[in-house]
Every structure is written in structure tokens, then in C-alpha cells.
T-cell receptor
Framework: AQSVTQLDSQVPVFEEAPVELRCNYS??????LFWYVQYPNQGLQLLLK??????LVKGINGFEAEFNKSQTSFHLRKPSVHISDTAEYFC???????????FGGGTRLMVKP | DAGVIQSPRHEVTEMGQEVTLRCKPI?????LFWYRQTMMRGLELLIY????????DSGMPEDRFSAKMPNASFSTLKIQPSEPRDSAVYFC????????????FGQGTRLTVV
């Protein structure tokens, strides 16, 4: 079985500041890692994914994440956030690159002017 | 394509009533997933289908929950009888195959059982 822990339930940040949303996972087998974003009253949208290869993954909207196998982490970063980045962000894992996703509890990013 | 379409967007029902949630996946997608989102438990995978066949329903919380996929373009999630603790946002997602690395989510159905 696998699990995902998002250490921060809310992250307030000022516009144009950098941000890091933390994600740790546990699994007895190799997993694939994802970040999804949920804007208010919307479904989830894929931000980025790590399947193999380079541990630094770039996604949409200027976000990137780094897979760290030794620390079992997959933290999401953005060097300069915008008001429009205000949303809930979910880290997720899957055992077989498919879509049977196990989600973390989510982190609400609140960007203030 | 219009994306994954769920209906209704909002549903308010009384405890004990039957509730049916509907989902139309993206045309050509062979895999369909039902998730539930609550404050207490976050996002949970309830059941998923491949080529209209249920593959794993181990996430379905109780026998009161059932899901069907009669054809490639339609799926339902039914709760009978409904209870207040079923109140949640229910998401449907689809992907081209089970091995695809991106799921496309609908906007969800917010269910309130009073």
C-alpha cells in the first residue's frame, strides 16, 4: 500500500514570492508521482508528473517539482507566484503509471496581493 | 471535446432517498474512475472501470453504493438509501487507457444529504 502526506494544509504567500508545497510519500514499490491543481468549484487538472528519468520535472504555469528518492519526497515549487495560482494542490502517487491514484490531503495555496 | 461531463452539479436530498450521479467520459477514453472528496478523508478512489467493466470496487464504502457503466459514454454512481455522511463532492475522471498517465476530471457533483 502507498500513502501520501502533504505537510501543510494551508500556505499563505505574497504575490511574486517563491513558494514550495511539500509532499512525502511512502510505498513498498516504485511509484509514479503527480501534482494536480483544483481551482474553486472546478475539477482537478494535472500540473506535472514524474514517471522516470530526470528528477526535476517541469509542468504548466511555471511550476516544477523534484523527485528525491532517498527522502521519498516530491515537493512542488514556483519561483514567483501570481494571484491566479490561488487554488488547492494535491500530490498523488500511483503504482503502475495508471490512474488509480492515491492522493494526499491537499494544500491550499493562498496568494495575497 | 467538452471534457468529462457530470450531472447534476449540485444535489440536495433527504436522508433515505435514492441518489444517482451521472458521468459522461471523454469520447474515446476507455477507463473511468469515480472519486469522492470530503473534508475528513480527502480524495478517495471509489471504483474504476476499463472498457465498461468494473475492475476494482474496493473503495466503495458500503453496499449502499453501486456503480454501473452500461456503455462507453455513460456511467452512474447510485447511493440507496442516502445518509448525511454521504455528503461530499463526487468526481468522475476518464483516461484513454488504464496505463495513461493523466486523468481528466469532471467538475464534480456536490451532494448534500439532509
Amino acid at each position: 500500500a502507498q500513502s501520501v502526506t502533504q505537510l501543510d494544509s494551508q500556505v499563505p504567500v505574497f504575490e511574486e514570492a517563491p513558494v514550495e508545497l511539500r509532499c512525502n510519500y511512502s510505498s513498498s514499490v516504485s511509484v509514479y508521482l503527480f501534482w494536480y491543481v483544483q481551482y474553486p468549484n472546478q475539477g482537478l487538472q494535472l500540473l506535472l508528473k514524474y514517471l522516470s528519468g530526470s528528477t526535476l520535472v517541469k509542468g504548466i504555469n511555471g511550476f516544477e517539482a523534484e523527485f528525491n528518492k532517498s527522502q521519498t519526497s516530491f515537493h512542488l515549487r514556483k519561483p514567483s507566484v501570481h494571484i491566479s495560482d490561488t487554488a488547492e494542490y494535491f500530490c498523488a502517487v500511483s503504482r503502475n503509471a495508471g490512474n488509480m491514484l492515491t492522493f494526499g490531503g491537499g494544500t491550499r495555496l493562498m496568494v495575497k496581493p | 471535446d467538452a471534457g468529462v461531463i457530470q450531472s447534476p452539479r449540485h444535489e440536495v436530498t433527504e436522508m433515505g432517498q435514492e441518489v444517482t450521479l451521472r458521468c459522461k467520459p471523454i469520447s474515446g477514453h476507455n477507463s473511468l474512475f469515480w472519486y469522492r472528496q470530503t473534508m475528513m478523508r480527502g480524495l478517495e478512489l471509489l471504483i474504476y472501470f476499463n472498457n465498461n467493466v468494473p475492475i476494482d470496487d474496493s473503495g466503495m464504502p458500503e453496499d449502499r453504493f453501486s456503480a454501473k457503466m452500461p456503455n462507453a459514454s455513460f456511467s452512474t454512481l447510485k447511493i440507496q438509501p442516502s445518509e448525511p455522511r454521504d455528503s461530499a463532492v463526487y468526481f468522475c475522471a476518464s483516461s484513454p487507457t488504464l496505463e495513461s498517465t493523466e486523468a481528466f476530471f469532471g467538475q464534480g457533483t456536490r451532494l448534500t444529504v439532509v
